[in-house]
């Protein structure tokens, strides 16, 4: 289950590691300052693209992002793996039924 709780601290954690205010982040990112801040207090769900270019900007691999570490990672790679190559619509589907469950 994806905890975005646990994104949105992922993400704070990676932007003060590098210094970065909210502000320049979400600069960065193309977003406003709310949509960032609501992101990394787990109120709001970041979109794949969005998941991408954190990714990006930090250095590390989208599935970091998502699950942590990379014992985490390991157990999540082959879900992750399919659910990766699958169109936006989809893997909105999987995130609105995982959401049910």
Request: hydrophobic share 40%; aromatic share 4%; net charge negative.
């Amino acid at each position: 289950m994806i905890n975005f709780k646990a994104i949105g601290m992922r993400i704070k954690n990676l932007r003060k590691d590098k210094s970065l205010t909210q502000e320049k982040l979400a600069e960065m990112l193309d977003i406003s300052i709310e949509h960032l801040s609501r992101i990394e207090n787990g109120s709001f769900r970041p979109s794949i693209t969005l998941i991408e270019k954190i990714s990006d900007i930090f250095c590390i691999d989208e599935s970091e992002l998502m699950f942590g570490s990379k014992t985490e990672i390991n157990l999540n790679d082959s879900l992750y793996e399919k659910i990766a190559v699958l169109p936006e619509n989809k893997k909105q589907a999987i995130i609105n039924l995982i959401d049910l469950i």
